[in-house]
């Protein structure tokens, strides 16, 4: 087995740190018990621990499968074949704009039912987002069309070829079976 090539590692928006110190503030005032642990997240704890995450923040491009980490406590890795991403798409609230922060939203084919977030991805945060979701839709490009490019025996490329080469191995197994029997 050999290993992938890298095409690419994501940089993270420090930003990342004041947003999860914000958002976990605002779930900790918004709930009885939180009121406890205020006065210990402003006064360090909230900075240490959004500065924690967001050094658990990574996402690499391979040439095959996209990558992503995060987690302090429910460590979460995913590793994502190109070919299955079915849909990249950006989220901006207010408070994300505010922060200058972008959220990149993968949908992945499969793993339906019930469990829809096992074939959704979010990553929080990346720096040039655009450029990164271009990139990552280039390389699934690449790999969807190594793999569904056909090259039969007789050379045939185009879906035309193609059609025509299993038609005539159609006909002659037509043939073949239709044939009397000695």
């Not at 050094?55 to 302090?72: I, V």
């Not at 829809?116 to 990552?136: T, V, W």
């Not at 025996?153 to 193609?162: N, W």
Request: net charge positive; glycine share 10%; aromatic share 10%.
């Amino acid at each position: 087995m050999t290993e992938e090539l890298i095409l690419n590692t994501a940089t993270f928006n420090p930003k990342v740190k004041t947003y999860i110190f914000f958002i976990v503030l605002f779930y900790l005032i918004t709930s009885i018990i939180g009121w406890i642990v205020v006065p210990f997240w402003i006064l360090g704890l909230g900075q240490w621990l959004s500065g924690k995450f967001f050094k658990t923040l990574s996402c690499q491009l391979g040439t095959k499968n996209l990558r992503f980490s995060k987690g302090l406590i429910l460590h979460i890795e995913k590793t994502i074949p190109l070919e299955n991403i079915q849909d990249l798409s950006f989220i901006g609230g207010p408070i994300l704009r505010y922060f200058g922060l972008t959220l990149i939203k993968v949908e992945t084919a499969g793993g339906g039912g019930g469990h829809h977030n096992n074939n959704m991805m979010s990553m929080l945060g990346i720096e040039n987002a655009e450029g990164f979701k271009a990139q990552i839709l280039a390389q699934r490009e690449k790999v969807i069309h190594e793999k569904y490019s056909f090259t039969g025996k007789s050379g045939a490329t185009s879906d035309t070829e193609l059609l025509t080469d299993i038609k005539n191995e159609l006909i002659q197994i037509k043939n073949i079976l239709s044939a009397p029997k000695p």
